[in-house]
């Protein structure tokens, strides 16, 4: 059975910097693209980040672009996520899921973790 579960979330100030970690079970992990997505109160879950089954590709968010980076050991069947100089609108619930494909669209994937929680404070 496929399971997804992130760690690394917390409070941070603005500016700061958090390493999100998603660790992979149960799945064929260096086969899938992984992606990051958040979600904020009464906004829609939006895409983040992906990378491919090797790391080679990776694509961003325009509203993340220059600020995180998204990286994969396979060996460790983990997925990382790191987030530099963040601000107040980065507050959300962090998601990694899985797919097949190289997606954008939340709904295309088709596992997911439980989300963890990152608070960006002034």
């Known amino acids: 059975q496929a399971q997804l579960v992130e760690s690394g979330g917390g409070l941070v100030q603005v500016g700061g910097s958090l390493r999100l970690s998603c660790a992979a079970s149960?799945?064929?992990?260096?086969?899938?693209?992984m992606g990051w997505f958040r979600q904020a109160p009464g906004n829609e879950r939006e895409f983040v980040a992906y990378i491919g089954p090797s790391g080679r590709r990776t694509t961003y968010s325009d509203s993340v672009k220059g600020r995180f980076t998204i990286s994969r050991d396979n060996a460790k069947n983990t997925v990382y996520l790191q987030m530099n100089s963040l601000k107040l609108e980065d507050t959300a619930v962090y998601y990694c899921?899985?797919?097949?494909?190289?997606?954008?669209?939340?709904?295309?994937?088709?596992?997911w973790g439980q989300g963890t929680q990152v608070t960006v404070s002034s």
């Open positions: 149960g799945v064929t992990f260096r086969s899938y693209v």
């Open positions: 899921a899985a797919s097949g494909n190289y997606y954008t669209d939340y709904g295309r994937y088709d596992y």
